[in-house]
């Protein structure tokens, strides 16, 4: 996507926002395939300064604590360089407030000298409701106020935003029109954008016009189970067993009493979902993008058959599961690069239940629960059960919820033996039972 | 309201369990864009490439699948007033022209009415200088009025040298200086615009912080974005964001014959024929000799197209989205077969060559869908060689030259032949460049039913199922354009009861 490695600088007062467009930005990088790692200067402040006293050590004129701040940011760019020069990194976000032109000058230059291409993130807001909001979600939790109250946190904070407040310089259409940034201002209400340089920066800043952070939950759950699920068959594209209408129904009584406000309801193109979104008895909309993984020429096979017909085929997947794709198949690579426009807009998008298959789910779960490449394909997605994911501070809460209606275990782990040479029992032990 | 009409389209719908058949699709199959239509309103100076955004940005939408059009208020302007004489016409204290041009624009305004509600427009670009306040206050209101939303692209450029070659690429030929020498209309031109500028009022981001609107400044250099309200507008802005102007050329072509071309079998995965293997050692002279600076090579995943690219001595990158479409359970076989073995759905194909697609595989509609972050990065790119597929060449090539979604399957895209574009003025100059090998011909021809193919204005069945793509539409009071593209048509029956015979009519000869 890019030659030389990109270095993701936040800019901003504390409070605003910086760090979860940090953590964000940086989970859908590495879903994306883009190795990204963040670098927040202030968790290297707290291991230089084992414990937090007050909001005075940030005071601008605490000369020990400036020195210990700058030489925590001299700490954090060295290793920045080390992940982007010698660890095979592309992208890395420097996650700081950096709202000193001499700051940024020295991050520039820096970057200079390794050859790395600079992006400036700055979130300007002057909301206090939404400083609050941020202040009680993060902050509270912070290692550095657990000995504290709560008002006495929030008094703290402030103060502590006090400090930066004189010296902040703001990205300045005419003395920074040469760096390359985009300004957030007030969560999104409004963006300015300069000298984006190449495709990944692009991507960037359509993936952060593209964010909100307004509260809504996202419910991800895959089709009742199937006749081929039944019979212990992969692919296809068959209806639901009477189990699995059973499951649509219950799906339709609990999607009821959660009571969801303005619920939009997605499915793939395939039998099975459609079935499972019908029950329901609201508006849906088909992605052909949220089909299921297409296994080639193993489609609507058992795992025996795969085994006795293809067996390297067989072994090679369960080497590199993420990574394998089916003969005139697909893999979850792309997979990944499939469900990319649907993660957009489920992004735009509030209330949304996604009704979809095993590897599509694995797929979206690792994105929201930030898992590698190495763990999706093995995420464990059971018939009959809602995921329901609500972001919270940095991450997401998942409540898993089974609606009680018998569904066969599609799971497969990864065997022992994953050899070429190796016994079909033993290729064979993780099959789940079927009919 | 989001329940009505999706609610009628379930009442048709067969009952669960039962084939869907694939026309029939009840419910929407893309993600909706946007409930309500959306007026795109441009605004700045002339010569700030308003017209330029107006045509790419309505070419893009309707090639994604959505039905936009562009009203262009100049061209109203020059209907009512048969010739232009000069600048006198825009100045702001000629009351006589200022009625004109008002009327004009109410007129466009009301044609755009027309588009949403009968000709089911989902987007509409109304493409005029919109500096006054005043005038935009009209607009919004209307949309209002009409439950339109509203979405604002103003260009802002004080670069005079990009405002000559503007001025040179697209005014000197307008047809308002048909009768002038180069200088009469250039010095005309600049008259022009400083009547406008005495009265322009750019949006502003305090008094206008509640309207939904896209600043450009200096050809993309800056962009300010305020607002965005939904889906259609952020794939607005990600793509004027993504479009520059700097000049450049595309090559598109096809891999090298391949072995399965030579026995007349349609898709699969094969190696070149020797003349394949001519064809790309033709090729990477014919790159050399054209000596292009930083040239990127794109190729798809399948071995075709990276052995021709293989042949060029110099780094590519294979692109899975350009791999051939999908043929599904047709996949290998020849013509022939596919009429022995599945006739109805062969002739269902030549019913709807567009939307049709394959049992197991993929439609030229899934195609666009799949090949849009393609056109995205090309946007992006400067000097690019695609090496592809014919119906992926055919689909970035119905982007590139605005071909309609009936055209776009039948587009001619021959094997060893070369598609140079160069973006010019308001569209795009085609070379095409044979690289004399022979080679099989792989086109098969559109057969003809009773009634010439529609191009335009067929609604579709359920206001939220997707309506086809269509070229831009004839922009309103123009010249109607020739239909192009669309090739002589072969008196071929597409009736599913049809003889085999009659189907095979317009197969190419293979081995």
């Not at chain 1, 189970?225 to 068959?233: A, I, P, Y």
């Not at chain 2, 008094?207 to 300010?224: A, P, Q, T």
């Not at chain 2, 110099?314 to 051939?324: I, R």
């Amino acid at each position: 996507m890019t030659n030389c490695p990109t270095l993701i600088v936040t800019v901003g007062l504390p409070a605003r926002g910086k760090t979860y467009i940090s953590k964000k930005l940086t989970r859908y990088l590495n879903w994306i395939g883009v190795p990204t790692k963040e670098f927040n200067v202030g968790q290297y402040r707290r291991e230089c300064v084992k414990i937090y006293k007050s909001f005075e050590f940030f005071s601008p004129d605490n000369e020990e604590g400036l020195k210990i701040r700058k030489q925590c940011a001299s700490a954090a760019l060295n290793d920045v360089r080390q992940y982007l020069t010698d660890e095979g990194g592309q992208v890395a976000v420097f996650d700081a407030t950096n709202t000193t032109r001499e700051r940024r000058d020295t991050i520039t230059r820096f970057a200079e000298q390794n050859g790395f291409k600079v992006f400036f993130v700055e979130s300007v807001c002057e909301d206090p409701a939404v400083i609050n909001e941020n202040i009680v979600q993060v902050k509270l939790g912070s290692p550095d106020y657990t000995h504290c109250n709560t008002d006495e946190a929030v008094e703290d904070f402030m103060k502590r935003i006090k400090c930066y407040e004189n010296s902040y310089q703001t990205l300045d259409e005419v003395l920074d029109r040469d760096l390359s940034y985009i300004k957030i201002i007030d969560v999104g209400r409004r963006y300015l954008v300069n000298r984006v340089q190449d495709h990944i920066q692009s991507r960037i800043v359509y993936y952060l016009m593209n964010i909100h952070i307004t509260p809504r939950s996202i419910y991800l759950c895959r089709h009742g189970e199937s006749d081929m699920n039944v019979k212990g068959r992969i692919g296809g594209d068959s209806g639901l067993s009477l189990r699995g209408k059973d499951f649509a129904r219950r799906l339709g009584q609990f999607i009821q009493k959660q009571d969801i406000s303005d619920l939009k309801v997605w499915t793939s193109q395939m039998k099975r979902t459609i079935q499972t979104a019908e029950g329901l008895n609201v508006p849906y909309e088909q992605w052909k993008a949220l089909n299921e993984i297409d296994a080639g020429v193993c489609e609507e096979m058992m795992y025996e058959e795969i085994q006795d017909h293809h067996p390297l085929e067989f072994a090679l997947r369960d080497q590199d599961k993420y990574r394998y794709r089916y003969p005139k198949g697909e893999s979850y690579e792309d997979l990944v690069q499939r469900l990319e426009p649907v993660i957009m807009e489920l992004e735009r998008q509030e209330n949304v239940l996604v009704i979809c298959h095993q590897a599509v789910m694995r797929c979206l779960l690792a994105y929201f629960l930030d898992k590698s490449a190495e763990e999706l394909p093995y995420l464990k997605c059971p018939l009959h059960t809602v995921l329901k994911l609500t972001p919270v501070a940095y991450g997401c809460k998942v409540e898993s919820i089974f609606l009680n209606v018998d569904a066969v275990n599609t799971h497969r782990d990864r065997p022992e033996n994953v050899e070429v040479s190796r016994m079909a029992e033993e290729a064979l032990y993780t099959v789940p039972a079927h009919q | 309201m989001n329940g009505t009409p999706i609610t009628q389209a379930m009442a048709e719908t067969p009952c669960v369990g039962e084939r869907v058949p694939r026309f029939q699709r009840p419910h929407a199959s893309v993600p909706q864009f946007t409930n309500s239509p959306t007026m795109i309103v441009m605004v700045g100076l002339p010569a700030r490439g308003k017209t330029y955004i107006s045509k790419k940005l309505t070419r893009y939408l309707n090639w994604i699948g959505v039905p936009t059009k562009v009203f262009n208020v100049g061209q109203y302007r020059r209907d009512a007033v048969r010739t232009y004489k000069n600048f006198e016409f825009f100045r702001p204290d000629n009351e006589e022209a200022m009625k004109i041009r008002k009327a004009c624009a109410r007129s466009a305004l009301s044609d755009v009415g027309t588009y949403f509600m009968l000709e089911h427009g989902q987007a509409a670009v109304f493409d005029a200088t919109n500096t006054t306040r005043e005038r935009r206050e009209i607009i919004l209101s209307y949309a209002k009025d009409n439950g339109y939303k509203v979405f604002f692209i103003e260009s802002i450029c004080d670069d005079p040298e990009i405002i000559a070659e503007n001025i040179k690429q697209v005014k000197l030929s307008s047809p308002d200086y048909i009768d002038c020498d180069k200088e009469e209309a250039v010095a005309d031109f600049l008259k022009r615009i400083e009547c406008y500028k005495v009265t322009y009022v750019p949006l502003d981001d305090d008094k206008d912080s509640h309207l939904s609107y896209i600043k450009i400044f200096n050809v993309g250099s800056r962009y300010l974005v305020n607002r965005v309200q939904d889906h259609i507008q952020s794939r607005i802005v990600y793509y004027l964001m993504n479009i520059h102007v700097t000049p450049r050329t595309i090559y598109l072509c096809r891999h090298g014959e391949s072995e399965l071309n030579l026995v007349g079998r349609i898709g699969g995965d094969s190696g070149l024929s020797p003349r394949g293997s001519q064809f790309a050692g033709a090729l990477g002279k014919y790159i050399k000799s054209q000596s292009i600076p930083d040239l990127k090579v794109w190729t798809s995943h399948m071995k075709r197209t990276i052995q021709t690219a293989e042949a060029l001595g110099v780094a590519y990158e294979q692109w899975k989205a350009l791999n051939e479409i999908d043929a599904g359970v047709c996949e290998d076989l020849t013509y022939e077969e596919i009429q022995a073995n599945y006739p109805e759905e062969f002739a269902l194909r030549d019913q709807d060559k567009y939307r049709y697609r394959y049992p197991k595989g993929e439609s030229y509609e899934d195609l666009v869908q799949r090949l849009e972050p393609v056109i995205m990065e090309l946007e992006r790119q400067e000097n690019v060689l695609v090496v592809c597929h014919q119906a992926v060449m055919r689909c970035l090539l119905a982007y590139f030259l605005d071909k309609s979604a009936e055209e776009l399957p039948y587009l001619k895209c021959p094997l060893h032949t070369v598609l140079k574009l160069t973006p010019v003025a308001y569209g795009c100059k085609v070379e095409s460049v044979s690289l004399n090998i022979e080679a099989v011909n792989t086109h098969r021809d559109r057969p003809a039913g009773d009634e010439p193919p529609c191009t335009l204005l067929a609604p579709p069945s359920r206001h939220h199922s997707r309506a086809q793509p269509m070229a831009s539409p004839v922009p309103t009071r123009a010249p109607r354009l020739q239909d192009l593209g669309v090739t002589s048509l072969s008196l071929q029956n597409v009736e599913v009861s049809r003889e085999p015979e009659e189907a095979l009519l317009t197969v190419p000869d293979h081995i």
